[in-house]
């Protein structure tokens, strides 16, 4: 399995601000993607990160709030841009391994907090 | 569209009882994954299973079960002689290889608390 890990683990943020978050995959990847989790809520793909071409976003979530890089196979960042408190969520980062198709693992997340 | 439901939103039980939680999911596909996830209180996301749709084998592993019935779209899990440390909240999940890659479609979870 894949071991991911993400940065910050969790911060806390000023309204109007942006935060990048990056995530890191111990070997190469097909596929990654972000999830946000609200407070008590499910997860909610955000959008899939595709390594060298822009981000495929899912219905409600649009570049300019998210912007998403992927410069090669174990690495993507996702920004959160101009916060406001509705942005409070758990962001997560996930991947599918080369050899396990459709056997997604997901990173420790980043907990973050507008105020 | 694809969708996950587990209607269960919270469940308490008191350790060793066993319990099972209930997911039915909806899909246009042939072709789909299922997925649990545990996500304890320090909120990581921790795999359990992944089920292909063409195999409807139950499986067992140690406490865990779970049980596949295409006939009725349901993927139940359950946790035999629940322990405390069970306690998170549980996703089941569903991919539609298909038609949306690995993207997966969460349920929205059911809370499981094991009382000593």
């Known amino acids: 399995s894949a071991v991911i890990s993400q940065k910050p683990s969790r911060d806390i943020c000023q309204r109007g601000t942006s935060l990048t978050i990056q995530c890191q995959v111990d070997s190469q990847v097909t596929m990654m993607f972000w999830y946000r989790q609200q407070p008590g809520q499910s997860l909610t793909l955000i959008a899939t990160a595709n390594q060298g071409s822009e981000a495929t976003y899912e219905s409600g979530f649009v570049i300019d709030k998210f912007p998403i890089s992927r410069p090669n196979l174990t690495f993507s960042t996702l920004t959160v841009s101009n916060m406001s408190p509705e942005d409070s969520s758990i962001y997560l980062c996930?991947?599918?391994?080369?050899?396990?198709?459709?056997?997604?693992?997901f990173g420790p997340g980043t907990r973050l907090t507008v105020l | 569209a694809q969708k996950v439901t587990q209607a269960q939103t919270e469940i308490s039980v008191v350790e060793k009882e066993d319990v099972t939680l209930d997911c039915v999911y909806e899909?246009?596909?042939?072709?789909?994954?299922l997925f649990w996830y545990k996500q304890p209180p320090s909120g990581e996301l921790v795999f359990l299973i992944r089920r292909n749709s063409f195999d409807e084998q139950n499986e067992i592993s140690g406490r865990y079960s779970w049980n596949f019935q295409k006939s009725t779209s349901s993927f139940n899990f359950t946790i035999t002689a629940s322990q405390v440390v069970d306690s998170a909240v549980y996703f089941c999940?569903?991919?539609?290889?298909?038609?949306?890659?690995?993207?997966?479609?969460f349920g929205e979870g059911t809370q499981l608390t094991v009382n000593p």
């Open positions: 999940a569903l991919s539609e290889r298909e038609t949306s890659g690995s993207r997966l479609t």
């Open positions: 996930s991947a599918v391994g080369s050899r396990s198709y459709n056997e997604q693992f």
């Open positions: 899909t246009r596909d042939t072709t789909y994954y």
